[in-house]
Structure formats: structure tokens, C-alpha cells
């Protein structure tokens, strides 16, 4: 078996839950390693579908009468389909993998020490070249790595969580088992009772698709009638803690992110203010509405952008009135200390996402509903504009390179498609990637995107957890023919490409632009949003979905250093004023979304020179003089004059790549329509005239 050199796979913004109940037998007995008494019963686990279902045995200790454990090994058999080696004795085992990936767990001491700690947790699929399970458009050919990865321990212990052990078998918490064996595309769900083992790249059973099992409200009913039980709050409060510990990679925004670090979240909730006391004791409550004061208070002291959120989602399962009065109390405190600016950075995001919105409309046009990517070519630069990484069709990419199906029409393809047009059209000189209100997504998708605007193959990550930084190196199937060939190395466009950003561009939308400054692409707008880490995704141990800015892959740009902060642009075309009545912050982009003062941009980031189309006396008007000069042009061509480049680029209105009277009274036309009221640009109205 091949296994694969990176551990960076593809991390995607899914969140799930589930929902069903398990069964309890009345039979007790003695685990013979720490004397507790258990009450054996069973959980049900869906296996890679709703189809698929087994019943797990789990145990119920006298101490966490709420909580199930169960053997590593049955839950390994389900996820990974694959069996642990488990030898030990005397409550040290040490526990192997099918390929070779160890552990030493001590269920005396409560630890877990792993010198192969991704290698170790992820299902045996996702470390094979050939697993099939995703198949897409780059193909990672070789990693490099600095620094010898960190032998890593979890301490079960510090966080009041016992483990058990008896005939080579290891019990765990069942949501604790979920929370460390996640793979990048396979992965373990626990929610309110029962597991269900999801596949990010089968549309039928991803995370999203196991929301339809969860009783989100039936659950919060019984919670908020009978009260939260003892030992489901502290277990819940201690796996989050350890969860949080273990996997945040630090993108460094958030105010408590140094303290945290050094203390844990924890130690940095029960001592840092009184602010974050009332936090930890609202987590800690047995009253459901408190503990989810908590969640909503926890999520803003932990906003790094979007990538950590721990409310957001188990909110949207939630009858609003429930949640209403909870995020009513939430702001009747009036402020929290050393919490991050949460407020202030998403009233400056909408901000940024009005200005963009208003920009862009005048440039392309009102939308009525949601699109995929909006596209339009004027004034010698097309403009792709889109919201989201996420909107690639990994099944369909994964069925289209085993031959097995059609290429899919999702934004890889449109990207690809729209750059061919771009470039096939001669009075189309500029593209210009528009991610000004994209709020990321999926790693691929940018990389190929890279792939075609700069040859680029690389990508730099570190893993914080380990102390290794990784330099993936790619190919790219650029002309989308389900090959990776001298083809591909071949194609090039003759184009001059920008990225367009805002503070909404974050995640995979901050990841272009620090790619495309490396590699000298031009860069319009406001600095990037920021957003580093890839996202991984848990869930508390009494069913609420979170996200976390993960430690295994934080991003870097070529020189290794974190791009959390974001990327300034080369020309920041973005005015900003106050509302006199709201005193709100008002950002105008017209600047950025003008195809006249965006040419010029390109021309002098990239030493060329500067035309409007259909203004070849470059008075910054396009009018009846226009027509004159081409005529005069066509005249002067025809008794072997010359004129300009610049000016012969500007007088061919029609793209014929001609100067004659057709460019002249095309040039008429459009003064005529503007006269009259017309807003579109020269190239929208001869194509509506064609």
C-alpha cells in the first residue's frame, strides 16, 4: 500500500448531527482495572449510510450514568473498516494500526502518547494513494517538511476523564472517540445517542445530510423540563475544553489567544475576569438556557473570524424562541471583557459587503436570485466574480477522473470556461478574480485557480500541534480533459490577472490573494479578511456542532509566515465616509468595480499601457469625437499611416481586430444610448445590439 506523503488532505466548512436513542440492559459487572461498576447496553451507529446499521456495545459507568463508552476497536472497525492491534497489560497497551501507526494508552495514568499522531487517528482509506475515495483536478506529486514532527500526548486526566481497560480491549467516552479518530473525508459523528460515520465527498451521507436525524427540539425540551444532568455537565464542559486544546491552531486574532495557549481554555475561562467566570459557570450550568448563554458567550470570546464557532450552528436547529431570549440576554450585559471585537469586525464586514454589492450591481447588473459566479467583459477586463470555494462538485470531480461521469458544472468548470472566453477575445486584455464577498471554502479549488493565473505549485501549511511546516508541491489538470499531462504544462493565457478582495474575503478567499501576491498577481480592493487554519469539525458531547480553527494545517505564504492577518492590496480602491445619522461606516467600490480605473490599475502594476475602450482621444469620454477619430484613423490606414497601439486597441469597439466605420458608428450608437440615459458599458451594448 502507498501511503501518502501529506496529511493536509481536504478540510470542508460541514457541520452534522444525529439523533437517535440507545438501549440500556439491566446487567452489571466489575471493569477490572479501576473496580467501577457498569451497566452494559448498546448504541446504534449508522455506517457510511441510513442503511447501514449496527448496534455498538457500550457501557455505562456508575460515576457517568449519561454518558456511553465504548471499545476503540468497534469503533475503528466502522470508521477505518479495518482492525486495531491491541497488546498490553497491567493498563498499558499499546494500540497499532493496519499500517503501522502507534499508540500507547494507559488507562492507570489516563494518557494517550503517539509519536505518529495524524498517522495514528485517520482511517487507514485516507492515507493511500490509490484509496479512490476523492479525485480531483490537482494531484499532490511530493511534500517537504521542517522539523521533526512532536511526539504528542493527551492527557485524559487534566480534564477529569477516565478511561478503561480490560482483555485488550480500551473504553472510551463515545464522543470523546469521535472527537480524535476524524479523518479529512471520513469521519465519526456522536449526537444525542448514536454515531453515524460520514463520507464528505457521498452527497447522501455527509454531515450536512445526518441533520435530518437529529431531534435537535425534542432533545432541548427534555433538557430545559428535567434540567441538565450532573455528569453529562461536566463531561460535556471537560471534552470541549480538551477538544479546544488539543486542536485550535492559534491564527492569533482572538485576545485571549496567548493565554489560552499557555493556561488552556479552561484554566484561561476560570481565571482571567469575572467576565469569563460568568462564561465558564453558564457552561457549567445544569440549566439548558444558561448553558446555552454559555455557548453563544464562549463563540464571541473565540471569534476568529468565522473558522471557530461554537453556537452559530446548533443555534439553526433550535426554535427561535427558544434562542431569541437567549441572545437578548446575551447583549443585555452590556460587554465583555478581553472578548474579541465581534461586533465591530462584523459591522465592519457588512460594511465592506454593501459597498461591494452596490459596486458591483452598477457594474453587472441586480441579481433576483442566488448564482454560481457572475461574469461580464468591459472596457478590455472581464470581471469573474464569486462567494464561495465551497461550490465544487466533489463527487461528480471524483466520478469524472474514474470515467465514470461528465465533467461537472460547478465553479472549477466556470472558472475555466470563463477564462477561455476571456482570452479568446482580443479586446480583452485583463481578468480580474473577484472574491470580494467570498467567504472560502475548499483548498483545491483555489490551488487550481492559482494553477491557471501563475503556474503555481506549491502550497505552504504548518501544523502547529506538531511544530512542522510542509511545502505541498501539485500539478494541475488546467484544462479540465481528465488528464494531468504536457497539455496542461503547455497552456497559457494571454492575460494579465488581479484579485479583487474586501475584509469578506476570507478563509480560501484570504489564501488566494497571499498566493497571488508570492507570485506577483495585482491586487485590488481593501486588505482580505483574513482566516489561516483550515476548519475542522466536533461536536460536544451532549449534541451541539462546532467548528474549530484547526491546529493541523494553519497556512503560510511562501516565506512561512502566517497569513491570519490578511493581504493588503497593491491599489486600495475603497473611500471610505460616515452616515451622518447612524454614524455607521459607509464604503464605496466604485473605484474597483470601474473597468476604466481597474485597466489603468493593471497597466501600471504590470508596465503597460492604459486605453478605455471606444475613447481613443483618451479625454475620458466616449462621444461624437471618438467616432471622428476613428474615422480619421480608418483613413489614415488606408493610405498606409499608422496610428498608435493604444489608440488602434481603444478604435476597435467590435473586437474584429480592424479599424474601419464600423467601429466609428458602433462608437455613435453607444454615445447615443448613454445621451439618453444608458448605464451599461461599451461592450455589454453591442453585445445587447448584436
Known sequence: MKLRKSFAGISAMLITAGALPFSQAAAFAADSAKEKTFTKGTIPAYVYSLDNKV????????????????????????YSGDALEIKGEKGKYTVTTPVGATATIDVNSDTLESAEYEAFFRPTAELSEDSGLVELFVNSTDVKTEGDPKPMTIDFAAYDIDIYGDDNEIWMPAPTICNIFTGDILDGVYCQDSIAFVNMVDPSFTRNSVLTMQKAQEYANNMIENGRPADLVKYNYFELCRTF??????????????????????????????????VRSHLLSTDYKEYLLGLVELEVYLWDGGHTTIATTGFGALPSDLTDPVVEAYFSHGGYQLASNFHEDNDMNNASAMG????????????????????????????FSFDSFMSCDLAGWTAYYKGEGERPADIVSAFYDCVVKADKNPAIKNFVVDISTNGGG????????????????????????????TTTFYTADKNLDGKFDDADNNLKFDLNFGVLTSRCSFSSANILPSDARDSQILILGEKSGGGSCSVMNYMTADGMPITISSAKIRFANHKGENIDAGTEPDFNYVINSTDEETGATVKDFSTAFDPYEVSRAFAKFYNQAVYRLGDPNNDTKIDSKDATFVLSAYAALATGDGITDVERMASDVNGDSKVDSRDASDILAYYSYRSTGGKDGIVTFLESEE
Not at 491552531?249 to 489567544?257: A, H, V
Not at 475548499?442 to 511546516?469: C, F, H, W
Open 245 to 278: 486544546d488539543s486542536e485550535y491552531g492559534y491564527p492569533g486574532r482572538i485576545p485571549l489567544n496567548d493565554i489560552i495557549a499557555e493556561k488552556g481554555l479552561d484554566k484561561t475561562l476560570a481565571e482571567t475576569n469575572t467576565d469569563t467566570k460568568l
Open 55 to 78: 448496534d455498538i456495545e457500550c457501557r455505562f459507568y456508575e460515576d457517568m450514568p449519561n454518558v456511553p463508552y465504548i471499545k476503540i476497536s468497534d469503533y475503528y472497525k466502522n
Open 356 to 383: 461591494v454589492i452596490a459596486a458591483r450591481t452598477a457594474l453587472m447588473g441586480e441579481e433576483t436570485e442566488p448564482v454560481l459566479y457572475r461574469y461580464i467583459e468591459e472596457g478590455g477586463t472581464a470581471y
Open 442 to 469: 475548499l483548498i483545491p479549488v483555489e490551488q487550481y485557480m492559482m494553477a491557471i493565473m501563475a503556474d503555481q505549485k506549491t502550497s505552504v501549511n504548518e501544523n502547529v500541534r506538531l511544530g512542522v511546516k
